[in-house]
């Protein structure tokens, strides 16, 4: 039977819904780098500090913050749900501590791929030749298959004997 192709978002999904622990720990990473993403001022004064699949726990700067969010507490779950809908979220929970650290961002995507050369046949005389003849006569009797490999590509740039 073939497989079909699948995605990686839904591979890793797959995954991490074998193990309820991991997957809560997904959400929580994810909700602490893009917390800034919410309406003001709840990023300013508050951070996510726990997630175990449906209460989310938050930690709030102070007293007066945790006030705050106890009469607004409505209008950050909205906030919660329409900017992750896909999190399970039943209650929400204020501590009052010190907030903890953003994570690092994310990897910046990688520079785009340079655009490769080929390798054409060294000129008679030039280092390229020199080396590349080095390498064949260093490499000759090998019976590896790398070594093999390496002396066609080597053959096949050293200048054409005439």
């Known amino acids: 039977m073939p497989y079909e192709p699948v995605s990686v978002a839904r ?4 995954l991490l819904s074998r193990n309820p622990q991991l997957l809560h720990q997904f959400h929580l990473l994810r909700l602490r780098q893009e ?13 996510p500090l726990g997630y175990d699949g449906a209460t989310l726990t938050v930690a709030v700067r102070n ?13 950050l779950e909205l906030a919660i749900r329409s900017a992750w809908p896909e999190l399970p979220l039943s209650r929400l929970r204020y501590q009052v501590r010190e907030l903890p ?3 690092a961002p994310p990897a910046p995507p990688a520079a785009p ?4 050369r080929s390798i054409r046949r060294a000129t008679p005389g030039s280092p390229g030749e020199l080396e590349f003849r080095r390498l064949h006569d260093e490499w000759k009797d090998s019976d590896e298959p790398f070594a093999r490999v390496l002396l066609r ?10």
């Open 35 to 47: 917390w800034h993403q919410l309406p003001a001022p709840f990023p300013e004064g508050t951070a």
């Open 153 to 162: 590509m080597l053959e096949s740039r050293l200048p054409e004997e005439e």
């Open 101 to 103: 650290p953003a994570p």
């Open 63 to 75: 007293h007066v913050w945790r006030q705050e969010l106890t009469l607004r507490g409505r209008e």
């Open 113 to 116: 791929a340079l655009r490769l």
């Open 11 to 14: 591979a890793i999904f797959s």
